[in-house]
């Protein structure tokens, strides 16, 4: 079976630092990796997805995620903070075998303060 | 926009009614996955249809059954509907069968009075 544990149900930083969205996995398969975001009243949007490739992914908006599988983690990062990335964030896990679902985490709430 | 569209964005019902749930994938996708959100249980898979063929399971109820139609616009019906069942719904759609990248669309509040 796989999961995810997402560490933080509510992350703050100020507008301009750093923001790191903590993420760990489990599975026994090669993964795949997603981060999406939910703003207030809408549906998920994909930020960013692991597939196998490049460990360092690059998604929209400045956001960044590098896959760690000695440490099976996929930490989320942006540089800088903006007020429009409060948001809540999850990651989700899939496999690239069979007809796998996407398996979510229970979600990090970003609050940036100005 | 994702190109995934749901309807009807918002639903109120009372406890013992039937609902149903309409989505329309992205132009396309073959593939189109049910969840449900709600604030005790997050995010959770419901069922993955591919082609008008379900494959794969999750924590569904069995009060609940979906369907994928020809046209490939999915269904995701709700019965005996108890306050609990009260959360938000969401589609999402893929090109392929495997979940390299899924698109959700709004979602529908189901609210159960």
């Known amino acids: 079976a796989q999961s995810v544990t997402q560490l933080g149900s509510h992350v703050s930083v100020s507008e301009g630092a750093l923001v790191l969205l903590r993420c760990n996995y489990s599975?026994?398969?090669?993964?795949?990796l997603f981060w999406y975001v939910q703003y207030p009243n809408q549906g998920l949007q994909l930020l960013l997805k692991?597939?196998?490739?490049?460990?360092l992914v690059k998604g929209i908006n400045g956001f960044e995620a590098e896959f760690k599988k000695s440490e099976t983690s996929f930490h989320l990062t942006k540089p800088s903070a903006h007020m429009s990335d409060a948001a809540e964030y999850f990651c989700a896990v899939s496999s690239n075998t069979g007809f796998q679902k996407l398996v979510f985490g229970t979600g990090t709430r970003l609050l940036v303060s100005p | 926009d994702s190109g995934v569209t749901q309807t009807p964005k918002h639903l109120i019902t009372a406890t013992g009614q039937r609902v149903t749930l309409r989505c329309s994938p992205r132009?396309?996708?073959?593939?189109v996955y049910w969840y449900q959100q709600s604030l005790d249980q997050g995010l959770q898979f419901l069922i993955q249809y591919y082609n008008g063929e379900e494959r794969a399971k999750g924590n569904i109820l069995e009060r609940f059954s979906a369907q994928q139609f020809p046209d490939l616009h999915s269904e995701l019906n709700l019965s005996s509907l108890e306050l609990g069942d009260s959360a938000l719904y969401f589609c999402?759609?893929?090109?392929?069968?495997?979940?390299?990248?899924?698109?959700f669309g709004q979602g529908t509040r189901l609210t159960v009075v």
């Open positions: 692991y597939t196998s490739a490049a460990t």
């Open positions: 132009s396309g996708d073959l593939s």
């Open positions: 599975s026994s398969v090669p993964p795949y």
């Open positions: 999402a759609s893929s090109v392929v069968a495997q979940n390299t990248e899924a698109f």
